[in-house]
């Protein structure tokens, strides 16, 4: 009996094919890419200064002229200075090394932040079943038999005290607990297992609150992320698992990598940019010239669209705030702060020359993500005809020696 050949030889490797014809036009579109980004930095490099100078004089002269009138020549010219030296030290960090460096960072903290994460909630879980756990079992009182028609009232809580008295994570707890210590506790030889229901509902309480509350100091905790003088950061928006590939200084091979890569570059451009106006934020109320610092968290708000901001020029951020000067005599309108943030929108509206490189990036992002596109129905293309190859080769009947001989 012979075996019957897998009809679909041809076909797999046809998408492998196709996947290495993928991979040639890849080697060929990554080098101009590479050089797009390189010459986005540059001009961006060189018209920085401006653009800070710009949105600083917006400030100083627009917004408290009776502030910067009052400062010495001599505070000026250092305020001036100092801007520079801002500015120089941010373009130093502005090439395709620096920027990559900063998102390896970004992403090796993000790991570390998901695996304590994880940790959390996997010890919060095993605290829960050991505290739903009793240490000996509990006495049973004999209960006074109801009066005929009436009501009886329980003092105990319907979901358990246990779950109460620790306190759910995220929660205050209602009660304080004195530290139990070695004295004070009793080992028993047997131990009654928790009720299910009871340990399921604490697990899912313990799940959820442990993740609010990771979300909500993620976005209230500023974190340091460099060295030097750079600003502390605080992460906001979500990363993929930690890969060397999609945050290292060269461009990968395979083009859905190249998109992460991509996005791992924007963030992290981005973040550069936010620190450096942190920085002249900082430097500014140093001299006066600031209305207020607004927290790093609210500048990200901002940045990732969920506060609103209100017209203002080129990377000046005017938002109302609902506070009043005078709480005595409140005042309906809004209080309005105006405070300097560099945005990548705001730079290319001010320079032309940054404007088209990054008309150029565009394109080449569309071209990237149509080559991804592709590059990814392939992949699933050849994954499922390699499964098919390995099924007709485990469902062929095999070949028995004496009923051929037979």
Not at 148 to 173: C, E, T, W, Y
Not at 297 to 302: Q, Y
């Amino acid at each position: 009996m012979s075996r019957p050949l897998d009809p679909n030889t041809r076909s797999l490797d046809e998408a492998k094919a196709q996947l290495l014809s993928l991979l040639q036009q890849q080697e060929e579109f990554t080098p101009a890419l590479y050089r797009d980004l390189a010459l986005y930095l540059q001009v961006l490099r060189d018209g920085l200064l401006h653009s800070v100078q710009q949105a600083c004089f917006h400030l100083a002269t627009q917004v408290v002229p009776e502030r910067y009138n009052q400062l010495t020549p001599e505070r000026r010219q250092t305020f001036q200075r100092r801007l520079q030296s801002l500015v120089k030290r941010s373009c130093s960090l502005l090439t395709v090394e620096q920027v990559m460096g900063l998102a390896a960072q970004q992403a090796r903290k993000q790991q570390r932040r998901q695996l304590q994460e994880q940790q959390k909630i996997l010890q919060s879980m095993l605290e829960g079943q050991e505290e739903a756990t009793p240490s000996s079992p509990p006495v049973e009182r004999p209960a006074e038999a109801p009066l005929p028609q009436s009501i009886n009232l329980s003092l105990d809580l319907p979901l358990g005290a246990d779950l109460f008295d620790r306190g759910v994570p995220g929660l205050p707890a209602l009660t304080s607990r004195p530290p139990v210590t070695e004295e004070d506790e009793v080992p028993s030889a047997e131990p009654a297992p928790p009720e299910g229901d009871l340990a399921l509902l604490q697990s899912l309480f313990s799940m959820a609150s442990e993740t609010l509350s990771a979300r909500s100091s993620e976005s209230e905790t500023p974190e340091v992320e460099e060295s030097g003088d750079e600003v502390g950061d605080s992460e906001g928006l979500p990363f993929e698992s930690f890969d060397s590939d999609v945050v290292s200084s060269h461009l990968p091979r395979d083009p859905l990598l190249q998109v992460r890569w991509w996005a791992h570059f924007d963030r992290a451009l981005r973040r550069r940019l936010r620190n450096l106006s942190h920085a002249i934020n900082v430097e500014m109320m140093r001299v006066g010239l600031a209305q207020g610092l607004l927290p790093l968290n609210l500048l990200d708000a901002v940045l990732d669209g969920q506060v609103e901001a209100l017209p203002a020029p080129a990377n000046v951020l005017r938002m109302a705030l609902p506070l009043t000067l005078n709480p005595a005599a409140p005042s309906l309108a809004p209080t309005e702060v105006l405070t300097l943030l560099l945005r990548g929108p705001d730079l290319e509206f001010e320079q032309p020359r940054l404007r088209t490189c990054r008309q150029r990036l565009e394109q080449r992002r569309r071209t990237l993500r149509t080559m991804a596109k592709r590059y990814r129905t392939w992949q699933r293309r050849v994954s499922a005809l390699e499964a098919e190859q390995q099924w007709f080769q485990d469902s062929a009947p095999t070949q028995n020696p004496a009923t051929d001989r037979s």
